[in-house]
């Protein structure tokens, strides 16, 4: 499995943007990187993944470096409702679609 | 409608019952998971299955049996609960394997607590 480093905790501002840094060295070629949030007592929630280019939806930007050793992602304007854990998993067909969860960053959004 | 759906919410037992936890996707998807998390928050993966088939198997205690009656639903059964089984229990559900290009989606979560 692919170890990952996240910083433990940040803070943002509503209505600015929060960026969440991931160190992901050990990243396998076929290996894409997902994004997933929890927000307290829920469900593990999906993000955002790519595998080599950066990828934007409705959510969230990610951006891969070109080497694949990091990633960031990127919620363009905070809100009260984005505070959770968010965790960095690199997965694919290699480790059967298993997602190893770490310990996250805990993002909390100020108003 | 919600995606994938565990029952029950809340569960609450003594030592050494047999209890079972229910999962349901209604996404058409090939693939379930269930996943464990602890007090300390630490989430980890106990079985997969992929058109009801084991994948995965996490040295999970055999206390823990998954079932798969067909690719909508993977419940777990658990034996002779303990104290150390206390914890969130998260069903989730993929398109397939294939090439690892597929999100999970995950339900709510059991909370299950041993008396």
């Known amino acids: 499995d692919a170890k990952t480093t996240q910083p433990p905790s940040m803070d943002c501002a509503e209505g600015r943007a929060a960026n969440l840094p991931c160190n992901h060295s050990t990243i396998s070629g076929n290996e894409y990187v997902y994004w997933y949030r929890q927000i307290h007592s829920q469900g593990p929630q999906y993000i955002i993944h790519?595998?080599?280019n950066n990828e934007t939806n409705e959510m969230a930007s990610l951006i891969i470096t070109e080497d694949r050793k990091s990633s960031t992602l990127i919620l363009p304007h905070a809100t009260l409702r984005d505070t959770a854990v968010y965790y960095c998993i690199p997965s694919g067909w290699i480790s059967y679609g298993k997602l190893t969860f770490g310990q996250g960053t805990i993002l909390t959004v100020h108003p | 409608d919600t995606a994938v759906s565990q029952t029950p919410k809340y569960l609450v037992t003594q030592m050494g019952n047999d209890k079972s936890i229910k999962c349901e996707q209604n996404l058409g998807h090939d693939t379930m998971y269930w996943y464990k998390q602890d007090s300390k928050k630490f989430l980890k993966i106990m079985f997969s299955y992929n058109n009801k088939e084991l994948i995965i198997n996490e040295t999970v205690p055999n206390r823990f049996s998954p079932k798969s009656p067909d690719k909508a639903h993977l419940n777990l059964h658990i034996n002779s609960l303990e104290l150390g089984d206390s914890a969130v229990y998260f069903c989730?559900?993929?398109?397939?394997?294939?090439?690892?290009?597929?999100?999970?989606?995950f339900g709510d979560g059991t909370r299950l607590s041993i008396l």
């Open positions: 790519g595998l080599k």
């Open positions: 989730a559900s993929s398109q397939d394997l294939g090439d690892g290009n597929q999100p999970q989606h």
